[in-house]
């Protein structure tokens, strides 16, 4: 797994991180290029990872949710099947769940300013539920928006 090259690079590194999952190497600087931010100065909301995964001919599939249960239980069933691609933090940040073992998921945060991911190379093994309270976007955030945002990345590129 690899950390955000730069600040705002943390959806970058997600797709980076998730495409990786599939064996499949695409560089973390064209991925942000293609999200608009090669410089590393705006950072990448979901229509910009879309746009990135439709250039890459990459197939997702968008999860848009209104209810805590709905979404715990979405994220539990699809984390063993896809590398999940959250919006966290109020919409601010994005994160990978790729996997899980058990009652556990792993989640890879990208983000070095968080000495806690820094110690544990990003990597966190985490209930459901408690990635769900991360991943809720408080009513504020999320306006008429669904608060619960991710895109799952269904497989590799495909062959140009």
Same mark, same amino acid.
């Given at each position: 797994m690899h950390f955000q090259l730069r600040e705002s690079w943390c959806a970058p590194a997600c797709v980076?991180? !998730?495409?990786?999952?599939? *064996?499949?190497?695409? *560089?973390? #600087?064209?991925?942000?290029?293609l999200m608009g931010d090669e410089h590393g100065t705006? *950072? %990448?909301? $979901?229509p910009d990872i879309l746009w990135a995964l439709d250039f890459l001919k990459v197939p997702y599939r968008v999860y848009e949710g209104y209810h805590k249960g709905a979404a715990r239980s979405w994220l539990t069933r699809s984390a063993g099947v896809w590398p999940l691609i959250l919006c966290v933090d109020d919409f601010d940040h994005w994160v990978l769940v790729a996997g899980g073992v058990g009652d556990r998921l792993y989640l890879f945060d990208s983000d070095?300013?968080?000495?806690?991911?820094?110690? !544990?190379?990003?990597q966190h093994?985490? /209930?459901? #539920?408690? =990635?769900?309270? /991360?991943? /809720? !976007? %408080?009513?504020? %955030? !999320?306006?008429?928006? $669904?608060?619960?945002? $991710? =895109?799952a990345v269904l497989g590799p590129p495909a062959k140009r």
């Open positions: 980076q991180n !998730a495409l990786e999952r599939y *064996g499949s190497r695409v *560089g973390q #600087k064209r991925i942000a290029t705006r *950072g %990448s909301d $979901a070095t300013d968080v000495p806690s991911n820094v110690r !544990a190379m990003g093994t985490l /209930r459901p #539920k408690t =990635i769900v309270r /991360r991943w /809720r !976007a %408080s009513r504020d %955030s !999320a306006d008429n928006e $669904a608060p619960y945002y $991710a =895109i």
